[in-house]
């Protein structure tokens, strides 16, 4: 089947199963392989994309679901140079092995964009993703220096 849809601004045609799941698209076929995969059951976070601006799991995402759709992914947040989560999560040294690190700054992106100013219960909310690492409070306090960079264009 062909699928039809955008990356990262950019139109992919694919000639593929529909069912595949949008993550091994991602990875096998566009070549994009900063969204990794952890558990395949969509529980980790490991694999979060944006969908239309909304954040997917793309490891149980068929890829008939995004056929004209708009899909971002961590390559695709940085086509302007590092975004407010990423100079957060640098400067409060969030990630240790960093393997999941890609899914949950596309996950703060996206609570971002919709609540400007979150509250820790809206960042508790949002950010289901899962780090073996433990970097929690970091994150949290990543996110909330992101949403103050982000109010003053940094």
Known sequence: ?????????????????????????????????????GCG????GAC??????AP??????PCSAVAGKNVTTIE???????????????EHQVPQCGYCQSGFIMAATALLEEKPEPTDADIDAAITNL???GTYPAMRAAIKKAAQLKKTGA
């Open 76 to 90: 695709g947040i940085t086509a302007k140079g590092l975004n407010a989560v990423q100079k957060a999560w640098i």
């Open 48 to 53: 979060t994309v944006h969908v239309d601006g």
């Open 1 to 37: 089947m062909t699928i039809s849809f955008n990356v990262n601004g950019s139109p992919l045609t694919l000639n593929i199963s529909n069912e595949k799941p949008l993550l091994w698209a991602l990875r096998e076929d566009a070549n994009l392989v900063g969204t990794k995969f």
């Open 56 to 61: 997917t799991r793309s490891c149980v995402t």
């Open 131 to 133: 780090c073996r690492c």
């Open 41 to 44: 059951i969509a529980m980790c």
